[in-house]
């Protein structure tokens, strides 16, 4: 260690009358950090791309080989072992190998290794055993072509990189965080892996995507091959077990199932989701029951999981590896390539060393059969000294060595001198021959390897894929998340109350008017006497502005909620008539739905969940000589329009009061759904299969393959299982036919039905454990072929074409039906249906909703002395409402 003066040196000190002293930091002390930077970088955190380890871990894999004998080491033996070669302490060692043998890949393991499902700690490494895998044995290491390195107390040799013949990174994966920089490589897929290897071989394009052992489901649309930015998105694996349970079967890289509870109950005590209890029946595989209470949605539940716990987490790769000493940014399509040229590279010096090694072995088999085959060995007999036994042999050997491949050195000679005469007496020329011929094969084999090396490193990877890949499919599955809007699923854990008069809104004014349930994170929009707007957060007390007219949970990009408002413009002036919605606004700010001029005030407003538009009567006040002093505005007559549009007059007279006399239906036209098979989503964006037009009383037929049938309101947020095999529209009065198996008549029967009850949820089979849905049929008027097994002995059956109409009427959902056939059927087909034309229903045609901006030249009807005992007109437009074929049947 240096001393005080060599620490110090370099740091100088300037002061003067009470000035600070300004100490400048020069010499030793500007390389500590950048020393002990590089030390962490390339020493501890970052893995290399030539093998894919970090130190500490090529060391393990290092010191597993010398103790490799077949059998089992206790794991403290092999940390000891390996300490011989790394700095650091036995607990970083077990804790690194333990990482490693969980990736179940390149050690055998055997005893408690933990578990990464449950996040259970591996036993004391005296109590766990491992070796090296036969996948680690093969890919792993060749001393021949290993570059050693001493030791860090130089007493022991270790590898500078170990010859991994295999993307062993992308693998595995690795995590570390360093000194101003950290890496986080995501583990892909070993297949996977392997067919972009032989992609990359012969010049094709491939993609890579990560794959978990936790499995989950994934979403990799902004993965970025890996580089910084990217991210993907993961998601547990969440079913309905039945209406008041959810089953978690899998779960998200990086957490366990500990850390998941945790975060749910956590949910559950801050009022986002609401929760019954929750069962771990975790194993080997995970198991996570949610029970719910009743008269909870468990498609809202499923998506209030992902929003609020961490059943979806978001991880963002970063691909840093370590080349040549320096750190090195690149993404995984760069590390496959640069790791596949890297095995081919390695092969070739395999085959470079093997063909070295033949062709020696080539050339002394040759020289030890002309040596014993021409009795060279006899012209030693009267030599007396060593050199004279040299030269004897040389001079013997030179007139057959002419088809030799290279010079007869001394070595050779030497080698010659060597063997036993037992071997002499017992030389047999014709075996060695033929081990000469061998050997000619295996030296051409590998020269043809060497000339066509790119075709050889293809059949490696195909044989390690051939021989290890068997067990080693995709486990998470690869598909594109829908947002899910927190807002829409969050619990309504609280109460909003209302002040009307005063102006205030919030969740402590219980004293005052209950408005609804809402959640901490809503949004509310509150709308004034005065014609004013305005959406805030919830809070616990809010002021708006005095004479609140209506309060209510805002849903943002809503075009289906239509605002129904007739307002005076100013003192004294006109009321006009306007019909709006609000899409998006600034929130906190304040928005006049009127004119702005001073004094003025609504007369009317409503709020229209799905566009309705009612009937009401104005009422005039008597001045002068008015004749028409009450009459009637049906709000279907008005277009709607943006909302600081000015609306239609209907009087320039003082409004009396305006009654509600009839309540009307919707002019908004129905909603077009489609569902998108890939997120498993209703949507409007004309994603995926077309299901129909619905309106607010329209619902949609769900059949899944255990046999259950519900109808469901058709809304965005529904969530779909995967065993879902009927999806349409429901029509009331079309009939549905099935076919299944009773589990103890141990027969076919086919029931006919209509939906009785569209709130219960009913299953269509019956239920014996046995029983099980075989066919479903949804149009009017189906067909069905029955294919009979054939006896022996007796000939085949011929198939019989079944009208299922005409087989059996309709019955109730619980009745049993009619026993198909008696005979051992081999399988039931689905034929091309009867034709069938549904009665057309003529509905009443509603309004087309137009967005457009108010001319005030066209739209005003001014209401004078001549002509005011006829009501005003209002302009409209009116459409059809679209065709009234039934939605379009979607089976799965």
Known sequence: MQDNDDVNEGIEKESSNNQVALTRVTGMYKDWFLDYASYVILERAVPAIEDGFKPVQRRIMHALKELDDGRYNKVANVVGHTMQYHPHGDASIADAMVQIGQKDLLIDTQGNWGNILTGDRAAASRYIEARLSKFALEVVFSPKITEWQASYDGRKKEPVNLPVKFPLLLAQGAEGIAVGLSTKILPHNFNEIIDASIKHLKGQRFKLFPDFP????????????????????????????????LVISEIPYATNTSSLIDSILKANDKGKIKIKRIEDNTAAEVEILIHLPSGISPDKTIDALYAFTSCESSISPLGCIIEDNKPLFIGVTEMLERSTQHTVDMLREELEIQLAELEEQWHFASLERIFIENRIYRDIEEESTWEGVIKAIDKGLKPFTKDLKREVTVDDIVRLTEIRIKRISKFDIDKAQHFIEGLEEKIAQTQHHLDNLIEYAIDYFKHLKDKFGKDRKRKSEIRIFDDIEATKVVIRNTKLYVNREEGFIGTSLRKDEYVTDCSDIDDIIVFTKSGQMMVTKVGSKIFIGKNIIHVAVFKKKDKRTTYNMIYKDGRGGSSYVKRFFVTSITRDKTYDLTTGKSGSDVSYFSANPNGEAEVVTVNLRQVGT????????????????????????????AVKRIELKEKGLSTLKPRKLWFDETVQRLNVDERGSFLGEFTSEDRLLIIDQKGYLKTVIPELTLRFSDNMIVLEKWIPNKPISVIY??????????????????????????DHPKSYLEKVFVDYRPMAEIVFAKKRGVARKDNLEVNIEEFISIKGITAMGNQLSKEKILEINTLES?????????????????????????????????????????????ENNGDDEPGQTTLF
């Open 834 to 878: 009867l034709p069938f034309s549904p009665p057309v229903v003529h509905e009443p045609k509603d309004i087309e909703v137009i967005d457009q901006e108010d001319v005030l030249a066209n739209n005003e009807v001014v209401q004078n002395e001549s002509n005011a005992s006829a009501p005003p007109k209002l302009p409209s437009k009116k």
């Open 214 to 245: 936790t499995s989950g489901i994934i979403d990799v649309t902004n993965y970025n091959d890996g580089l910084r930015g990217g991210k993907i998105r993961v998601r547990a694996r969440i079913s309905q077990l039945n209406k008041n349970t």
């Open 626 to 653: 008015i004749k028409k002093l009450k009459w009637d505005l049906d709000f279907a007559d008005v277009m709607i329009k943006g909302r600081a549009s000015k609306g239609n007059i209907v009087t320039k007279y």
């Open 741 to 766: 198996w009773e589990g103890e008549k141990e027969l076919f029967y086919l029931k006919r039905f209509l939906v009785e009850n569209p709130e219960k949820e009913e299953s269509i089979v019956t």
